[in-house]
């Protein structure tokens, strides 16, 4: 709202303490140690998501094809899967508006367009559900073990059939992409029609459970190690509250 020159203004007159040379390097050196670690483990979690990403592919038949091209050895010759729209397997109804000052206090998660986004006492649906962005972070797939509170940014995932296996259509719809369905405007946006209009193929209920399983086991590892990634880096942001000094005159 300013045209004030912040530099020359302020920032440059500012005192912090600053350290001789001796105690730079080995503050440096702890702390860039750390960064190192938390680089490695940065590229762990990413590796692993693109592994899964390449797995996906192979397990789920591709564009304009009924047949994975990696199958499981007991459904080798079971034959094509179905091609079905997404609007015959599922409904996307609506999240339910619930303001930060009207939560109270407890630990259901609140589920926004990207995920967990607070904690309210009381749950709109139960779990284990799927959770998707419809503005925000749209298109963005969350599946969430517990019951939620999925809040009006969101489209959660009612199952139209019963013999489809809930955790399997987390990973088709993940699968789909569903940013590139977002429609572009002023506030971007995902419009449940456009997902229902979706071909996608399914296969027998006994393989789904087998693909869900597999690529579960794979989710459960990257959980584990962006939860050490996370962990580091809060280590990181501690350690350098005690090494500088907070107070600056």
Known sequence: SQHKRHWIGEFQHLKIPFPPPKEQQKIAHCLSSLDEVIGLQAKKVQALKQHKKGLMQQLFPAE???TPRLRFPEFREAGAWDKQRIGDLLSLEYGAPLPEGSRLEGDIPVIGSNGVVGYHSEPLIKGPAIVIGRKGSAGQVSWIDSPCYPIDTTFFVDLSRKDCQLRFIYLLLEHHRLQELVREGGVPGLNRDDVYAVKATISKHTEQQKIAHCLSSLDEVIGLESHKLDALKNLKKG????????DVA
Do not use: V
């Open 239 to 246: 350690l350098m509250q005690q090494l500088f000094p907070q």
């Open 64 to 66: 304009g094809e009924t």
